[in-house]
């Protein structure tokens, strides 16, 4: 009988041995399962961290490169050759003047490129309009036109006790040196509003004008219809001209919106055109 009780309880302590090594089994198995879920989790959690960062950086670049697609496409589409885009100033001579078949004359009796007549025409309506009536005062000059009264003014100067050499620099402050002008390209005119011509009959051409309101507004909307006031004020070792806020200069409504809003001289604007 002790015999019996002892065979039951060795198989009731082998019985108790498989179970714990069959537990300790199944506690290794479930803690190597937590930790294979656990990996996958980070690995999900790092893929999709991968994911939001790569979006991320292709939602940059495409914005980036939008950006700069758009300030690309902000530069008019221009070329050196087009005929508003001929550079006549004090370091730069007219290659050849304008045809007389290519002018036309204005209902003021001034003539102009003809390809800009309906341009200066919206422009006269819009002052009109505005409360600021033009009044043309210089328009084309030929070549030849420009010499007589650059050589009269000398002429007058030397009158007054000036040697020749004085009086040639005198006079190309206040006109240009024939082949030099842009008036002679069609392109250019001299306008004043009513109010300012009539208030100012001997100093028509006066830098002051600017400070009106009529000069403000030719400023604000010239670009509207094409024109850029072509020597702005502080711009003279660019243009070799002294502000004038009178003097407008056809170049097309693209290329003046621009050089208007970012504050360029023609000349620098060619120079940008030469960039690209």
């Known amino acids: ?61 495409q914005s980036t490169e939008g950006t700069s697609e758009s300030q690309t496409d902000d530069f008019p589409n221009v070329s050196l050759d087009d005929w508003s885009m001929v550079l ?20 003021n009796g001034y003539l102009v490129d003809k390809r800009i007549v309906s341009a200066y025409d919206d422009l006269a309506a819009a002052a009109k309009k505005a409360g600021y009536p033009l009044v043309m005062v210089s328009a084309y000059r030929s070549v030849a036109y420009q010499r007589k009264i650059f050589d009269a003014n000398v002429d007058t100067l030397m009158a007054r006790g000036e040697s020749k050499e004085a009086a040639e ?16 390209t069609g392109l250019a005119i001299d306008v004043v509003d009513q109010a300012w011509y009539q208030d100012h009959t001997t100093d028509v051409l006066d830098h002051r004008f600017g400070d009106t309101d009529g000069g403000k507004w030719i400023q604000a909307h010239a670009r509207e219809y094409g024109f850029i006031v072509r020597y702005p004020e502080g711009k003279y070792d660019i243009t070799q001209i002294d502000y004038e806020p009178w003097h407008l200069r056809y170049v097309g409504v693209a290329a003046a919106t621009y050089i208007e809003e970012n504050q360029l001289t023609f000349e620098e604007f060619i120079d940008q055109v030469k960039e690209r």
């Not at 060795?10 to 198995?29: D, P, Q």
């Open 1 to 61: 009988m002790k015999k019996y009780y002892g065979i039951m309880a060795a198989a009731s302590f082998f019985v108790l041995v498989c179970l714990s090594v069959e537990i300790g089994k199944g506690a290794v198995m479930n803690e190597a399962a937590s930790a294979q879920n656990s990996r996958e989790e980070n690995q999900t959690s790092t893929s999709a961290a991968q994911s939001t960062t790569q979006s991320t950086i292709q939602t940059t670049t």
């Open 88 to 107: 006549v100033g004090p370091k730069y001579k007219i290659d050849q003047e304008i045809s007389q078949s290519g002018l036309s004359k204005l209902s």
């Open 169 to 184: 620099k005198t006079t190309k402050l206040t006109f240009t040196e024939p082949g030099y002008s842009e008036h002679h």
